[in-house]
């Protein structure tokens, strides 16, 4: 049985009834909610609407009352009424500084960091030469010193601090080595009051000076019997007043200031010195290594700026550099008000003064190859050949390819095929031209192991192969020693490696025609034209310019008038001299008008 009070809805009213005892039967608490077990609907006799609610026991009555809630439900928010009265569109102060963040009130005593008396206050490490200032901040003599020269003031307050001002300090270890009043032979510690004599430096507990100067009126050091004043008296640490010791308020602290010892940067600068700890083999990797190392070098290489070409008549091109517009959109450029023509590549200007044919002779130990190469048309692989054959890169190499009625193939050093570099020791790109083809036999083209990979390889063919077109290069064919070229191919074959089973050597290279050569005369003459070309204006405008005897105007008479000229006044006196009365025009006669003429 549960005792509560029930609401009766009707139709003129509404008011509370209490029942003495209500049966706890399923049907009459039929959608109790989970706080109030016994609270539900229930239905009253007559068909009216009846709302119970439990009604606590005293002992629960007193703990709700204690945690401040009401445990009576409000017939207003029973009814539905102010449901939605805390659903804001906002977020108050107070939820704003206790659940959702907000700045919060700092405790005085949240940021404290101690720092040991026998510390450092730049440092903040161990002093090894203690030094103070008149205010008694301790410092190490070898981190004060760099920073009062470089800043000059108080690492601890910001103020500004002179090296005269620093007293030195002179504490006492005992035999464990620590630091104790040498008069009351008492250890400090973190909550000792330390004071230091400014005259002498001697470091005493201040019990001592108190006893022995401060109330005896005796101002002499307990050690030395030196006379001193009562300001003489410095306290290095107070344990009633620790906020000097506190590391958040220092001055540098604060401002991440701090003095770069020269040994430390330099240190710094080897790899090593990030390294705690390496074993030998380590250490023996990484001397192998630094050995080896030339990353400053390639990063020296591209910090370096780029040379300027010399822009002349013979490599400026049509278009200009870009720079102005560059500089104008970009800020990370360098400003550029004028305009720059580009400079041509010096290959590009070379290659069109070549308009020979290149001729080379290979002299191998089965006879002679006259070679005449394309150098008017494929200028680059021809200059590579050219180049190479006067190098005499090809002395000495064999042939390590060789199919019958393909090609023969070699200028690899090592033989193997795999090998060879160009001239400039790169790769350079390929030399396509539409009216070269691998038709006949004896044509001379590069070998490559892919698109723009020529080196020094090439090969010439014993038959037309005209599938070569459009991926190797053809650059010359065979004029002369075709009896050789017969001789070369008929030497037999390993089937699996094609490798020839009798060396064929090139034993040497004679270039008889080298148009490259003439084209670098002709270009130097080109230049050296251009040049004269430029000078002789300005000679011409040197010559010009009016000497300092006829700087002033020439006086071709003597009074008034010396200055004008006798003939233009002869010009003057023969033009007709002008009438008062205007000349009548003339009317035009036209063709056929009143008959008069009839």
Known sequence: MLRGRALFRGGTGQRWTTFPSIPSHPGWLAGSSVGHPGNGAARAAGGQSVQCYEELVPE???????????????????????????????????????????????????????????????????????????????????????????YGTNPSTGEKLDAKSLIKLNFTKNNEGKYHCPVLFTVFTNNSHIVAIRSTGNVYAYEAVEQLNIKTKNYKDLLTDEAFSRQDIVTLQD?????????????????????????????????????????????????????????????????RAPEKKKVDKLNAAHYSTGKVSASFTSTAMVPETTHEAAAIDDDVVRYRFVKKKGYVRLHTNKGDLNLELHCDM???????????????????????????NFVIQGGDPTGTGTGGESYWGRPFRDEFRPNLSH?????????????????????????????????????????????????????ESDPKTDRP?????????????????????????????????????????????????????????QGVGKYISPEATKRALEEEPSTSTPVAKKK?????GDFSSW
């Not at 203690?130 to 470089?150: H, Q």
């Not at 000097?244 to 401002?255: D, E, G, I, L, M």
């Not at 020269?262 to 090593?272: F, S, T």
């Open 439 to 491: 038709t006949g036999r004896g044509i001379l083209s590069m070998a490559n192991s892919g698109p723009n990979c020529n080196k020094s390889q090439f090969f010439i063919t014993f038959r037309s192969c005209a599938y070569l077109d459009k991926k190797h290069t053809i650059f010359g064919r065979v004029v002369g020693g075709f009896d050789t070229l017969t001789a070369l191919e008929n030497v």
């Open 588 to 592: 035009p006669s036209r063709g056929f």
């Open 60 to 150: 629960e009555l007193g703990r709700e009352s204690e945690l401040g809630v009401d445990p009576r439900p409000d017939p207003a928010a029973a009814m539905g009424k102010r449901q939605h009265q805390k659903d804001k569109m906002y977020i108050t102060c107070a939820e704003y500084t206790h659940f959702y963040g907000g700045k919060k009130p700092d405790l005085p005593q949240a940021n404290f960091r101690r720092l040991p008396f026998d510390h450092c206050s730049l440092s903040l490490q161990p002093f090894e030469y203690p030094v103070c200032t008149p205010d008694g901040v301790v410092f190490d003599l070898l981190n004060i010193v760099p920073w009062i020269k470089k």
């Open 378 to 404: 494929t200028p680059k692989t021809c200059e590579n050949f050219i180049k190479l054959c006067k190098k005499n890169y090809y002395n000495g190499t064999i042939f390590h390819r060789s199919i019958r």
């Open 501 to 557: 089973k009798e060396e064929i050597r090139i034993e040497s290279a004679t270039v008889f025609v080298d148009p490259y050569e003439e084209a670098d005369a002709q270009v130097a003459e080109e230049r050296e034209k251009t040049r004269l070309e430029e000078e002789t204006p300005k000679v011409k405008a040197k010559a010009a310019q009016p000497t300092s005897e006829s700087s002033g105007p020439r006086a071709y008479r």
């Open 239 to 303: 344990p009633t007043n620790l906020d000097k010791f506190n590391v958040a308020n220092f001055y540098h602290v604060k401002n991440n200031l701090r003095v770069v010892d020269p040994d430390e940067e330099k240190a710094r600068q080897d790899p090593n010195y990030y390294l705690k700890n390496t074993n030998a083999e380590t250490r023996e990797t990484l001397q192998e290594l630094y050995k080896d190392f030339k990353g400053d070098e390639i990063l020296a290489a591209t910090m």
